[in-house]
């Protein structure tokens, strides 16, 4: 598939998602959830999202419940983009704590 369609997509599906749990962590505070980057497979099937959690002591927890939570997910992100995509793909939700290295090199060198 086009390389360019599936860059599309996948702004679309990160876009789509960041607002989903934008408004999701206005209920719960003290939680932030970014949706820092979706790769879909090249036949658009599934999608990895890669989400930064903060703060980070909540991560494992937040990223059981948004695994848990799905299939709720796919549905709501299928009601937003239902007229935009024929088939909603199979998400997989991967914590990215590129952050968390990156601060850690920092104090390292810091010292």
């Known amino acids: 598939m086009n390389d360019r369609r599936i860059s599309k997509i996948a702004?679309?599906?990160?876009?789509?998602?960041?607002?989903l749990f934008r408004k999701q962590t206005q209920m719960s505070p003290g939680v932030l959830i970014s949706v820092t980057r979706v790769v879909p497979s090249p036949d658009l099937s599934f999608c990895k999202?890669?989400?930064?959690?903060?703060?980070?002591?909540?991560?494992?927890?937040?990223?059981?419940?948004?695994?848990?939570?799905?299939?709720?997910?796919?549905?709501?992100?299928?009601?937003?983009?239902g007229?935009?995509?024929?088939?909603?793909?199979?998400?997989?939700?991967?914590?990215?704590?590129?952050l968390?290295?990156?601060d850690n090199i920092d104090r390292l060198l810091a010292k």
Request: proline share 3%.
């Open 11 to 19: 702004r679309l599906i990160q876009k789509s998602l960041g607002e």
């Open 49 to 81: 999202v890669y989400l930064s959690i903060f703060p980070s002591e909540k991560a494992g927890e937040v990223h059981e419940q948004i695994r848990r939570a799905t299939a709720q997910i796919r549905y709501a992100l299928g009601v937003d983009l």
């Open 100 to 102: 968390d290295y990156l």
């Open 83 to 98: 007229s935009q995509l024929r088939v909603i793909p199979e998400l997989v939700f991967i914590v990215d704590d590129t």
